[in-house]
């Protein structure tokens, strides 16, 4: 079955270094989205990106995030002054259709900021 | 602004018998929902989605119902099983958006 890919699944990182979360989306998905979940907190959304440009944002992500999918294949999020705040999972997903049954998501990356 | 909310953080239920999971939501424009599953250190996964135009969505063991009087969804997991163990997620397209709105989730532990 196919599926998200995320990497790393864990990264440690020091505050105002920056740090960039990738994934491997769907081959055949159109649509890609961030999300994130601080601890103990629900599953916020970040960003979607379509057509090779963002489609939405939320008031999270602020000037220190930036999403890109450089090669046709990889999409990242770089966050370019991590802050303690920034400690969460961040979930990739990827969708074949806008909001049609949902998306499928990847495992993850633990993003702790010290 | 909790749109969608989950107020039970978590429930407790012995193999075989019936888990209910219990969703409440706002915005009377959400017109499509999906319960997603999340085991510890993976994603989400999807597992059954309603459409407003109806009021049950049935699934196997898993059964969706949407009492939109109430602005209520609930999950019915029938029998529960040790491996339904999970948190559970109720999700809805924010309207004329792509963005996924979600609850806090509920926790469930089914024991034998």
């Known amino acids: 079955e196919p599926e998200v890919t995320q990497t790393p699944s864990h990264q440690v990182t020091q505050m105002g270094q920056e740090v960039i979360l990738r994934c491997v989306p769907i081959?055949?998905?159109?649509?890609f989205y961030w999300y994130r979940q601080i601890l103990g907190q629900k599953v916020e959304f970040l960003v979607s990106f379509y057509n090779n440009e963002i489609s939405e944002k939320s008031e999270i992500f602020d000037d220190q995030f930036s999403v890109e999918r450089p090669d046709g294949s990889n999409f990242t999020l770089k966050i370019r002054s991590t802050k303690l705040e920034d400690s969460a999972m961040y979930f990739c997903a990827s969708s074949v259709g806008q909001n049609l049954y949902g998306y499928t998501f990847g495992s993850g990356t633990r993003l702790t900021v010290v | 602004d909790q749109q969608v909310k989950q107020n039970s953080p978590s429930l407790s239920v012995q193999e075989g018998r019936i888990s209910i999971l219990n969703c409440d939501y706002t915005n009377s424009m959400f017109d499509y929902f999906l319960w997603y599953k999340k085991y510890p250190a993976e994603g989400p996964t999807f597992l059954i989605s309603?459409?407003?135009?109806?009021d049950k969505n049935e699934d196997g063991r898993f059964t969706v119902f949407l009492n939109k009087s109430a602005k209520h969804l609930s999950l019915h997991i029938v029998p529960s099983q040790p491996g339904d163990s999970a948190v559970y997620f109720c999700?809805?397209?924010?309207?004329?958006?792509?963005?996924?709105?979600f609850g806090t989730g509920t926790r469930l532990q089914v024991f034998p």
């Open positions: 081959s055949n998905h159109l649509y």
């Open positions: 309603i459409s407003s135009i109806k």
């Open positions: 999700a809805s397209p924010s309207y004329n958006t792509d963005k996924l709105i």
